[in-house]
């Protein structure tokens, strides 16, 4: 169970570092991603990281803290999805069906 719950944790991780390094380190990705992204793109990202809507909570970017905390709940959400992952593939055999034995 703690290899899917760590491996989506790990996933959960990825897309909000990845977005953040850019923000931080390629200045002309902010405005691109202001003015010019194509709608999908944004959409996409909010489904990858839907815990970005913290960030709301800081417009100005001065706390550090919002980063890391929009990081770590969208880690703490993978890591329960793959939990989940974890409860329905362990309950089912291999014909499909439910055998009532967990794993």
Not at 28 to 34: A, I, P
Not at 44 to 64: A, C, K, Q
């Amino acid at each position: 169970m703690w290899r899917y719950v760590a491996l989506m944790s790990l996933l959960g991780g990825v897309v909000p570092i990845f977005r953040l390094a850019l923000h931080w380190f390629v200045p002309s990705f902010t405005h691109w991603w202001l003015v010019d992204a194509p709608s999908w793109l944004q959409s996409l990202m909010l489904v990858l990281w839907p815990s970005s809507l913290l960030l709301i909570g800081d417009p100005e970017e001065r706390n550090l803290w919002f980063p890391i905390l929009a990081t770590g709940v969208n880690m703490l959400l993978y890591g329960m999805v793959g939990g989940v992952i974890w409860l329905s593939r362990s309950s089912k055999g291999r014909s499909g069906k439910p055998t009532g034995r967990m794993e």
